[in-house]
């Protein structure tokens, strides 16, 4: 069975764009480091991708993500692009599976419902988030993968790992950096900060892998700051506004967030450091600086929650419209996708899951009426 799964998926990679999109660009670029050459030069993209590659393609994708995402990739740029492909697309649906089922020991256990677990694992697996990213090969799912692999080991005490694992949320930082902080300040507050250690470990041993393949790469990072298109419009808050040219400060929303890992993290008594990483993953995807439809995929943690409390409130009526919203929300997704909107248009995603999860937690508070520890 495994097998047969494996030959359709290499059938499907080989002859179709499916897991390419973003790819093109983090593993040409990852090449050229793999060859000790500039992996944000514009022009030796170019070459690499419509040359050596031959994208066929009449515009040059860039990799603008920070340089250990080119460390991770590092053992890709030693295969043939089809065949790496395949690779990346395997890696991310193992990734993908993996985080879920973590998710769901995490959130979900303790419910005692085994079926609920089963449904959010078929939810996962058809949110429009989660196929467009693995359509495109994309890398936010290392960003799942670290956040919620660090709460994971954090539950079974072992700080030291949970804090390197951290380094995987490098790749897309702006996505994770309220949770991370707070990651940080519970290591700290529990004085465990071999935590701390781990990450910093993790981060230097990607420092000397990129000097060991490229000496120069500081100056290629800050480089590749000057030319970034930080102006794009994507499906934020500050990228609504920007692009409906009402105010370009929208982009710069979240710096009035960061207080809130330093209050939840006073309150650890009563509010868990699940509800805490879920809660500031659902705002920041919202107000983030940057941030594409498919990087929306890290609402899978919040969402988890949100199963979570619907599983506590045991209201079938809920059950029914939270039901039947979900799917006509990701089926109105799925329909902007397939008349392919602009990017933008996505904003509302993140909000609707905000929304959901004010109606949701406001139930179950105003059911429990109690002094017990928040869920999870």
């Not at 080119?70 to 492909?85: D, E």
């Not at 693995?134 to 005490?157: C, D, E, R, Y």
Request: net charge positive; glycine share 6%.
């Amino acid at each position: 069975m495994g097998f047969v799964f494996l030959r359709l998926l290499w059938n499907v990679t080989s002859t179709t764009d499916v897991g390419g999109g973003d790819f093109t660009g983090y593993w040409s670029a990852t090449y050229l480091l793999h060859n000790g050459q500039n992996p944000y030069d514009p022009k030796l993209l170019e070459f690499i991708q419509h040359v050596q590659m031959q994208t066929g393609l009449d515009f040059t994708i860039m990799a603008w993500n920070p340089p250990t995402l080119f460390v991770f990739l590092l053992p890709l740029a030693w295969l043939p692009f089809s065949t790496a492909k395949f690779v990346m697309l395997l890696m991310n649906l193992v990734i993908v599976l993996g985080a879920s089922l973590m998710l769901s020991n995490l959130y979900l256990s303790s419910t005692g419902k085994p079926q609920l677990i089963l449904i959010y694992l078929v939810f996962v697996i058809i949110q429009p988030q989660v196929i467009s990213g693995l359509f495109m090969g994309q890398v936010t799912f290392f960003v799942l993968l670290g956040l919620v692999s660090s709460m994971a080991l954090i539950k079974k005490g072992k700080w030291f790992w949970a804090g390197a694992v951290l380094v995987f949320t490098s790749v897309k930082p702006h996505m994770a950096i309220l949770a991370m902080i707070y990651l940080l300040i519970l290591m700290a507050q529990h004085h465990q900060y071999k935590g701390w250690l781990g990450l910093m470990i993790a981060g230097l041993a990607c420092a000397i892998v990129l000097f060991v393949f490229r000496s120069s790469w500081i100056n290629d990072l800050l480089g590749e700051m000057s030319i970034a298109p930080v102006t794009w419009a994507t499906p934020t808050i500050g990228g609504l506004l920007s692009y409906l040219h009402i105010s370009e400060y929208g982009r710069y929303l979240i710096i009035l967030l960061l207080p809130l890992p330093f209050l939840l993290s006073r309150y650890q008594t009563t509010i868990s450091m699940e509800f805490s990483v879920a809660l500031l993953t659902l705002v920041t995807v919202p107000t983030t600086f940057f941030g594409w439809s498919y990087d929306q995929a890290i609402l899978l943690i919040p969402i988890a929650l949100i199963f979570e409390l619907i599983s506590r409130l045991n209201n079938k009526v809920f059950n029914f419209w939270f039901a039947f919203t979900a799917i006509v929300a990701s089926l109105l997704n799925y329909c902007q996708r397939l008349w392919n909107t602009n990017d933008v248009y996505y904003f509302w995603i993140p909000l609707f899951w905000c929304l959901i999860f004010g109606v949701t937690w406001s139930l179950y508070s105003l059911k429990s009426k109690s002094h017990d520890p928040i869920p999870s």
